[in-house]
Antibody, heavy 119, light 109 residues
Framework: EGRLVQSGAEVKKPGESLKISCQGS????????IGWVRQMPGKGLEWMGT????????TYSPSFQGQVTISVDTSISTAYLQWSSLKAPDTAMYYC????????????WGQGTLVTVSS | QSALTQPASVSGSPGQSITLSCTGI?????????VSWYQQLPGEAPKLLIY???KRPSGVSDRFSGSKSASTASLTIAGLQAEDEADYFC??????????FGGGTRLTV
């Protein structure tokens, strides 16, 4: 079974940029979708978007379109989630997760990256 | 995008069976069988419990089962155990290419 390992916790100030990562191993990284999921403190899961590494086709949730950028570097089996200008409400745990097709569930999850935005 | 609707909390006693609901609309849960359930233990990442409405991944206890009627999916946990205390989230594919999650149900045993 595949494994996803995310980058470590981040503490940033409002207005700063940030790029967090998710590295896959133990499976064919290029041919499984990688999704990003936000979980605000004490709240539920929110799907942010999904990328297909083989062709970088990306689909964003309307709630996150224009707010974040999802990208991938297949040479190092790594997906990224980035912000150009963080806001306090971006404080949350962010999970990456993989699935075989757009219809399949997310069957493998990263451990999460906690992002704290505070002045 | 509206989330799927789940009750905020449910409680049950050890040994009891309990059913969690997840209500969508015709263009998501009611339109196909791409419904899944996740368990999130405190401080951990979500774990896939059920997919395609009724299927269990390898290693998931058969005490967990899923079903669907119209636009409502359900997760039943039989023989409740203390270790089942967690948050449970439903999820559905929505055309085109989107994913929806429910708000989650906190189960107290």
């Amino acid at each position: 079974e595949g494994r996803l390992v995310q980058s470590g916790a981040e503490v940033k100030k409002p207005g700063e940029s940030l790029k967090i990562s998710c590295q896959g191993s133990g499976y064919r990284f290029n041919t499984q979708y990688i999704g990003w999921v936000r979980q605000m403190p004490g709240k539920g899961l929110e799907w942010m978007g999904t990328i297909y590494p083989d062709d970088s086709e990306t689909t964003y949730s309307p709630s996150f379109q224009g707010q974040v950028t999802i990208s991938v570097d297949t040479s190092i089996s790594t997906a990224y989630l980035q912000w150009s200008s963080l806001k306090a409400p971006d404080t949350a745990m962010y999970y990456c997760a993989s699935r075989y097709s757009r219809y399949d569930p997310f069957d493998s999850w990263g451990q999460g990256t906690l992002v704290t935005v505070s002045s | 995008q509206s989330a799927l609707t789940q009750p905020a909390s449910v409680s049950g006693s050890p040994g009891q069976s309990i059913t969690l609901s997840c209500t969508g609309i015709g263009s998501d849960i009611g339109d196909h069988n791409y419904v899944s359930w996740y368990q999130q233990l405190p401080g951990e990442a979500p774990k896939l419990l059920i997919y395609d409405v009724t299927k269990r991944p390898s290693g998931v206890s058969d005490r967990f089962s899923g079903s669907k009627s119209a636009s409502t999916a359900s997760l039943t946990i039989a023989g409740l155990q203390a270790e089942d205390e967690a948050d449970y989230f439903c999820s559905s594919y929505r055309n085109p290419k989107s994913v929806l999650f429910g708000g989650g149900t906190r189960l107290t045993v």
